[in-house]
């Protein structure tokens, strides 16, 4: 059985450094987009756990909500129909939004954060 536990984690360790490789192979626009998908999509799962209620009363991240939805309103020009909730129209409109226009905002390695293409450092 330690043999086995022994074996597994090994090829979770072999997986993990594997992957790492990947992306170190990738172009440095590909990173970039990377990123910038990354960054969107961490917002997305963070409102559909908010829209399916996975979050007890007490654990409620309001806070992160405000600044998320402020955040795709900035980005976007949609604004959510409700400041301290979303819905699932919210979301897939973001979605959609993204969908389009993801190509359109690059990671700014000097500031650590997404900008447009056409904004001027």
């Known amino acids: 059985m330690k043999y086995f536990i022994c ?3 090994l090829f ?3 997986a993990c450094v594997e992957n790492k490789d990947q992306l170190n192979d990738l172009s440095l626009e590909d990173a970039n987009q990377y990123k910038v998908d990354s960054f969107f999509n961490d917002y997305f799962v963070f409102l559909d ?6 979050f007890a009363e007490s654990d409620f991240p309001s806070d992160r909500l405000r ?6 309103d900035f980005f976007s020009c949609i604004k959510s ?5 979303v819905d699932s129209l919210d ?4 979605r959609n939004w993204y969908k389009e226009n993801g190509h359109t905002f690059v990671w700014d390695t000097t500031y650590n954060g ?3 293409i056409s904004d001027s450092i």
């Open 81 to 85: 129909k409700n400041d301290t909730s």
């Open 49 to 54: 756990s908010v829209e399916s209620n996975q």
């Open 67 to 72: 600044a998320v939805l402020l955040e795709l």
């Open 91 to 94: 979301i897939n409109r973001w």
């Open 12 to 14: 979770l360790c072999l």
């Open 7 to 9: 074996v597994i984690t």
């Open 114 to 116: 997404i900008r447009l």
